[in-house]
């Protein structure tokens, strides 16, 4: 890494490690999950580093309890993963640049905040002009910079909460403290109107459809959020115009 | 390995590829298809609309619910979730947060 590269890693790391409560606080949840199921140790461990998708794990644990088939389970974990189908649209347009290789390790490390950081950093792809002003892919570096440190504090809490899971109660309300840690996280996005009311829309579709198999209530929230917001938009700028 | 450590061995690799396939999607694509502004456009709320989605049923819904059906004012985290939102608005802080929060939620456990 050069010393610029080196300064956009550290700046991503340090960015990130803001969230560092709430990303621990549900990977702490979801390891003692995993360690609390029919998994065992070595086996949750391996869930934890490999899979790195801590809502599909949630939603494959009550589904190995019942011994579902495994095709269900992976059907689970796709529907549960289907928001970062449409993140790595966003992605592609972003680092189209990168060889094959890259951007398939790129996107495998991007989970919700690392995008979310990104995108709030950078609404749009870099453009041919200033992509030719940036030979060393500043943007990159910062995104790596968010990713390891999402990796690491989520690994380190998860595998924590599969190796003390006997000793922490279930009565201490761990996963209400995800939830609180995460309005955290989501209330200096709801800056304009607009984004309230997609995330008013969200939160409403997500709550009224949670029955659905294969938690597709997550899709479905995040489909009437994005019309919602673009009608919104739409109408404002139409306003501005008149 | 026994069938059942075989089985959990499978299917942890087949989530590895689902983890693959989701946020690989479009960048297995590749630049066969150019992805235009609007699309990018439209997107901009999925990050946001993909944590509330995650975290509105956390708050409105009992943990082991199945439906909306399930929903009711006894629920302890609505109502740390409320003080929660409330705190958040008036300090922006973390752990201003996170106490008022989790205390309102364990007295609501107590109470209600």
Aim: overall charge positive; some cysteine.
């Amino acid at each position: 890494m050069t010393p610029a590269q080196q300064r956009e890693f550290i700046y991503g790391f340090k960015q990130m490690s803001h969230s560092a409560v709430t990303i621990m606080t549900w990977s702490l949840v979801t390891g003692i999950a995993m360690a609390k199921s029919a998994l065992t140790i070595q086996q949750a461990i391996a869930m934890s580093l490999l899979v790195y998708a801590g809502s599909a794990q949630l939603a494959a644990l009550p589904l190995i309890a019942v011994g579902a088939p495994i095709w269900v389970i992976l059907a689970t974990s796709f529907m549960v993963n289907l928001r970062f189908v449409i993140f790595s649209l966003g992605l592609q347009a972003h680092f189209s640049y990168l060889s094959t290789w890259r951007r398939i390790l790129l996107g495998y490390f991007t989970t919700d905040f690392s995008y979310l950081n990104h995108i709030k950093r950078y609404p749009k792809p870099e453009t041919q002009k200033e992509l030719a002003a940036d030979p060393e892919h500043l943007r990159l570096y910062a995104m790596m910079g968010f990713q390891a440190a999402n990796w690491f504090y989520w690994q380190v809490a998860s595998i924590t909460g599969i190796l003390l899971a006997s000793q922490i109660p279930n009565d201490w309300g761990l996963a209400f403290a995800g939830a609180v840690a995460l309005i955290v996280i989501i209330g200096p996005m709801l800056d304009r109107a607009s984004a309230r009311w997609a995330a008013v829309t969200a939160g409403t579709v997500a709550v009224m459809t949670y029955g659905l198999p294969f938690r597709l209530n997550i899709i479905l929230a995040v489909g009437t959020a994005i019309i919602v917001g673009m009608i919104l938009d739409r109408s404002s700028k139409e306003g501005a115009i008149s | 390995m026994n069938d059942s450590s075989m089985r959990m061995t499978y299917l942890i690799i087949g989530m590895v590829a689902m983890t693959f396939v989701a946020r690989c999607f479009f960048i297995f694509l590749g630049n066969r298809i150019k992805i235009s502004e609007w699309a990018l456009e439209t997107i901009r709320y999925a990050p946001l609309a993909a944590l509330i989605a995650i975290l509105a049923p956390e708050i409105f819904l009992p943990v082991s619910a199945s439906s909306v059906a399930e929903f009711n004012l006894r629920f302890p985290n609505i109502w740390g979730g409320i003080a929660a939102l409330i705190a958040f608005y008036f300090t922006r802080k973390m752990i201003p947060t996170l106490v008022i929060g989790m205390g309102v939620f364990t007295a609501a456990r107590f109470l209600l």
